[in-house]
């Protein structure tokens, strides 16, 4: 890699560090201003680097998806919080076009005066892109962590499972992930599930909770896939529904979860450069404000979305973090980006070619 970034980097030096060798890991957090790790599945192997980060008052950037592994991110929160560290989880696709549009949201209706957000959903109206064999590692983690916990179970099914309190919706009644098909008249479209929804929708309510609930406490929040009003558009929702369901379910059966490895990609396998290339996605988030005002925001980018735009989200992600201190909200712990970096990176990744915007509706 060094060789391939030109004459400048020649001389740049190597630093090897080991997931299982906490001295590399802390002479390695030592000597960096920011560590930015795509080293899963995190709760596997990335324990220890946020350990590391926090102890040598360095900050931390991720690709993670998983709700256990922030989970117990979070149980460090007060000691990075008291050593001025930011620990900011999910600075890829997961989850920062929710994290940021929803925050840009928040950002056109203050400056309008338009009150607080409420009901706010999330449509995936476009997405191309292919599977990650890292991703596939991240679930099966997580479906085996499942199976042999019901205490895991119960956090991975909460909506407020990530967040400090929860915002005057004690059940979580008013939160849960759309599973399966239907009109919905507001948007006039068909809905149907979205397959990172799980995720990022806890990411999203923690970042409304780190920022004293900025967006409101009747924030109401879920993400979506747009199917359009197609006659044909139940028919493909109900199809993606059962794929979805059917591969945490196969993966959790010994037999199914044979077959499907010989399908799945591995560990650092994922689609080919010309696919990356051909890649996009398009996402609208519209919301109807305490006054009654709709707002939409907007966010897309060209590039397979768990690769190219992610890795355009990952780099900028950790540039903010190193060159833009003065910028960034003013609070250290384990953060969101939203909570952590916040507009600096929205900036960012507008001058990186991503569309990220909001207005009224």
Not at 90 to 113: N, Q, T
Not at 246 to 267: E, I, Q, T, W, Y
Request: proline share 5%; glycine share 14%; hydrophobic share 40%.
């Amino acid at each position: 890699m060094r060789a391939d970034l030109g004459p400048r980097a020649a001389g740049w030096p190597l630093v090897v560090a080991d997931s299982a060798d906490p001295a590399s890991l802390a002479a390695m957090a030592a000597g960096a201003r920011v560590v930015a790790t795509t080293v899963g599945p995190y709760r596997r192997d990335g324990l220890p680097l946020v350990d590391a980060c926090i102890e040598a008052g360095t900050d931390y950037a991720d690709l993670t998806g998983e709700v256990l592994f922030v989970h117990e991110c979070m149980e460090r929160h007060e000691r990075a919080a008291e050593r001025g560290v930011r620990i900011v989880n999910s600075c890829g696709f997961d989850s920062i076009p929710s994290d940021l549009g929803v925050l840009l949201l928040h950002e056109a209706v203050r400056a309008d005066g338009a009150g607080e957000l409420g009901e706010t959903t999330l449509v995936v109206t476009a997405m191309k892109g292919g599977f990650s064999g890292g991703t596939v590692a991240s679930l099966k983690g997580q479906v085996d962590d499942m199976k042999a916990s019901g205490a895991a179970r119960k956090l991975v099914g909460d909506p407020y499972s990530l967040s400090p309190d929860r915002a005057g919706d004690p059940d979580g009644r008013g939160e849960r992930d759309t599973r399966g098909v239907a009109r919905d008249a507001a948007l006039g479209q068909w809905i149907g599930p979205f397959v990172m929804a799980s995720f990022n929708t806890r990411i999203v309510r923690r970042s409304n909770a780190l920022q004293d609930w900025a967006y409101g406490r009747s924030f109401r929040y879920r993400e979506v896939t747009g199917l359009g009003s197609g006659r044909f558009a139940p028919l493909i929702g109900a199809g993606m529904a059962g794929g979805i369901l059917g591969l945490a379910g196969g993966l959790a059966v010994k037999p199914s979860r044979m077959l499907l490895d010989r399908v799945l990609p591995d560990p650092g396998e994922g689609p080919s450069e010309k696919a990356r290339d051909a890649g996009l996605f398009r996402i609208e988030i519209h919301t109807t404000t305490s006054t009654g005002a709709r707002y939409v925001a907007r966010v897309a980018a060209t590039g397979d979305p768990g690769y190219k735009a992610t890795a355009v989200m990952m780099g900028e992600s950790a540039l903010c973090l190193a060159l833009d201190r003065e910028r960034l909200p003013q609070r250290g712990g384990v953060l969101t980006p939203a909570s952590g970096i916040g507009t600096a990176l929205a900036d960012r990744l507008r001058a990186a070619g991503m569309t990220l915007e909001a207005g009224p509706a």
